[in-house]
């Protein structure tokens, strides 16, 4: 569920444009006004400002907000205008090509997408980038990370209603294999793993966890921790967890990123402004389960400013959970 929050009237397009214009004129930018505004509209809404805007006043309204914001309030503004699938790719894009390589970014949003969502995310880097991301995914990683994230970006998997019903046998089998290419032998048979976990759907593989749990009496995710390291490792855990609980993996990656000295704001851009619009109310309530508090009050307390109001207003207001 969603915690983006819209009018209950649709509104008009081309005032939103004509509001935002008139919130950068003059000395310094009414941020409030773009927040009440850019971070209240759903994606296609966005869409539809940013085509206005640029009709009306013959500007790209992310180059206008690029000019007049700064530090990870732009930074996040400029994500949050994105639709989706662009959002994704962009991300991608600067994770696998910018100054700094973040390969931890780039597997967290390849594994933690639905075959479908992949797919137009592959689409879209390629007509926004001029190259194909598989391209970039082999220059910038090696090994068993390489092999993993490009059978996930390559193989169709189940998805949606048909996926909820797995084959009891076929489980049984891969709960089976993993163990005989992990702990029951000396060293680790890679491949056996990049092949059950980028073939397998959510569902399929939520069932191998509570098999193989069931099995040998111990959890696949410490099997994998034990077994596998590094980037590799990590984009196992990725695709094990978010078959488990999206909402779950999530709501730890934000705890991890406030949690500690300092803040990663990277993190807590990336996951608030691509969740807000799919499962950020899930999140909320995992988060105030598993570390007893509230996430808006975390982000609260780890950011300021206009940055903070931002975030706070696409996370919305805590439930009574």
Known sequence: MASLTVPPVPTWPRQDAIDLHRAFKGFGCDSTTVINILAHRDASQRALIQQEYRAVFNQDLARRIASELSGHHKRAMLLWILDPATRDATILKQALTGDITDLRAATEIICSRTPSQLRIVRQTYRARFGCYVEHDVTERTSGDHQRLLLAYLAIPRAEGPAEAVVDPSAVSLD?????????????????????VFSERGWAHMAAVARAYHHMYDRSLEKAV???TSGNFGFGLLTVLRCAESPARYFAKLLHKAMNGLGTSDSALIRVVVTRAEIDMQYIKAEYHKMYKGSLA?????????????????????DRAY
Do not use: P, W
């Open 225 to 227: 921790k034990d077994e």
């Open 297 to 317: 009050d975390a982000i609260h307390a780890e950011t300021s400013g206009n940055y903070r109001t931002f975030l706070l207003s696409l996370v919305g207001r």
């Open 175 to 195: 709960a089976r294999e993993l163990y005989k290419a992990g702990e029951r032998r000396l060293g680790t048979d890679e491949r056996a793993f990049i092949r």
